[in-house]
């Protein structure tokens, strides 16, 4: 950001003059294992395992995300995060981040620059820098695509649709709290601000993923990214199902106190929310107790909220009254 | 295509359906080195080489494509052809393909099936099956995002910025045709095909890319997307630059009449049309002989079109008028 050009647009650099900033945003320096960097017609990552895991995130101004509670950085940091925290879901490692722009013109450099920086600070946290994307216009909301590649050993991997009727249900760390930070982003509140933060900064929960995939007995596992009701199901083999305990899930005691005072119903939120990119895991109940141990070893927790059950579909237990959760759809939540 | 529901739109099967729909017409055989599929949270390709190659490309409607003159099949067609072309600039070998769309819910689902079919199909073709993706939603443009992600020996990747000063630079097969194409188009006439198919349907130059890998005496090699003008520039090292013969130029019978037809320069449109996906290669001269014979066992050709030369910038021989040849840019350019 330049004090002297506040307003430059990206119609005033053009195509040219804004890749040459990114460039020099991304290429300070030489990452391990990037050959070929931002700059050449793709990227080129060396010593990879011979398992790639790839994962494509497409967010579009308006729907994944809004400019009326988030600033550009946040765009950045939350696209990055839940691009790899579909890796964490596989128990992979990531290795590169690739970007899609599209940028209306009268779009500011700064915010171009901003939003750049902070998807590459994410994944170089987590050992995934930005190594290639694309630039283009469009006169409707910004796009952001976001595609993250890593490595994994391919009888490691996690699947879903692979755990066994009567295997336990986990789930990492707490639900709910990214939907109510939105809730109070929409209500103009700006706290509790670890409430906000689970909406607008997530964390991928790579470490837990790769400890457990290490650990080998996880049997099926996926992202927390539409609500728990909807991301469990995807556990379980077809044909059977899930029932989840309403009573058991863990919810930030912040995310309960911020839901009452906005009249919201947290159990609700916690299983239909959404963009919490927590991980559900499912194994053996023998295999539980380790599981825990190995969650508070990676900095987290895992909390037992369910089993799989033969009787397809879902079904929840410790709640008085009827709800039909159903997670977020694209095409017709809204 | 159903013929009872010729009008069913994204709003109508939601994403959900959407996504059993995609994943029916994708996820029909077990593809070779790909272990998980469309339908987990992240692909796993197996047996893949030490290194990765990854390109992006983002296209929109109204920009980048436009349905007054193509149809969906045609945009899922030329989003992979690029994208794939991408690789073949990096002498690799194809393996997979990500796919993000932004629909809008009035959208038809046979229009979408029809996109995704296309591009799976020349996906295939080149050994990179369309392996996942992510939907999401616009209330604007059209948004394609796609991604490859391929192989290459570390040391045979073409790079660009690698050329020596005096090395020949060559372009595979003809140019201009994809810009004759587009400009037959916007006329409204449909003829000759040969020209529309350049433009609508560009062909990923794979073959030549890995053959002249594999031979090894290029010297820096670039995708000719935004028109030679600009990506020959791309060979030169820095503070160097390029002489272009436009007398050498190829360029096809039935272009060079089609542009005659619509009053347009032809070396110009060869120039800086760009969409050609041809190669652009250096080598030092005493390679050039062998480089023709592996373009010709390719099923394609190599023409000598000029020099890199030590004066930095662009310069054109063998054109009487003066011009400035500027390829394409998405925020000045129209």
Redesign the interface.
């Known amino acids: 950001m330049r004090k002297s050009t506040p307003r430059l647009t990206?119609?005033d650099?053009?195509?040219?003059g804004?890749l040459a900033r990114l460039e020099r945003e991304l290429v300070r320096r030489r990452e391990r294992g990037v050959?070929?960097h931002v700059?050449?017609?793709?990227?080129?990552?060396?010593?990879?395992?011979?398992?790639?895991?790839?994962?494509?995130?497409?967010?579009?101004e308006?729907?994944?995300f809004d400019f009326a509670w988030g600033a550009w950085a946040d765009v950045g940091h939350k696209a990055a995060a839940a691009n790899l925290s579909?890796?964490a879901?596989?128990g992979?490692r990531p290795?590169?981040l690739?970007?899609?722009?599209?940028?209306r013109?009268e779009h500011q450099v700064a915010n171009v620059l901003a939003l750049v920086a902070s998807m590459a600070k994410v994944g170089r946290r987590f050992a995934a820098p930005l190594?290639?994307?694309?630039?283009?216009?469009?006169?409707?909301?910004l796009?952001v695509?976001v595609?993250?590649?890593?490595e994994?050993e391919?009888r490691r991997?996690f699947?879903?649709r692979r755990a066994r009727v009567g295997d336990v249900i986990l789930v990492s760390g707490a639900l709910g709290g990214a939907a109510v930070g939105l809730a109070l982003l929409s209500a103009r509140k700006r706290l509790p601000a670890a409430v906000i933060r689970r909406q607008l900064r997530p964390e991928p929960q790579i470490a837990l993923g790769l400890a457990l995939a290490r650990w080998g007995r996880v049997t099926s596992a996926?992202?927390i990214s539409d609500g728990l009701a909807r991301d469990a199901l995807h556990l379980a083999p077809r044909g059977c199902g899930v029932e989840l305990d309403a009573e058991a899930l863990p919810i930030a005691a912040a995310t309960r106190r911020a839901a009452a005072a906005l009249g919201l119903d947290v159990v609700e939120r916690a299983l239909s929310g959404g963009e919490d990119f927590e991980r559900v895991v499912a194994m053996r109940e023998r295999d539980v107790a380790a599981a825990l141990r190995i969650a508070e070893r990676a900095g987290t927790s895992l909390t037992p909220v369910g089993r799989v059950v033969s009787r397809s579909g879902l079904s929840i237990s410790g709640r008085s009254s009827r709800m039909a959760p159903r997670g977020f759809?694209?095409?017709?939540s809204r």
């Not at 759809?329 to 017709?332: E, I, L, N, P, T």
């Open positions: 990206v119609a650099v053009g195509e040219s804004l050959l070929v700059g050449d017609d793709a990227a080129v990552l060396t010593r990879l395992s011979p398992s790639a895991v790839l994962s494509t995130d497409l967010l579009i308006g729907v994944d579909d890796l879901a596989m992979a290795r590169g690739l970007l899609g722009l599209g940028l013109p190594v290639g994307g694309d630039l283009s216009r469009t006169s409707g909301p796009v695509a595609t993250v590649v890593g994994a391919p991997a699947r879903r996926a992202d759809d694209h095409f017709r």
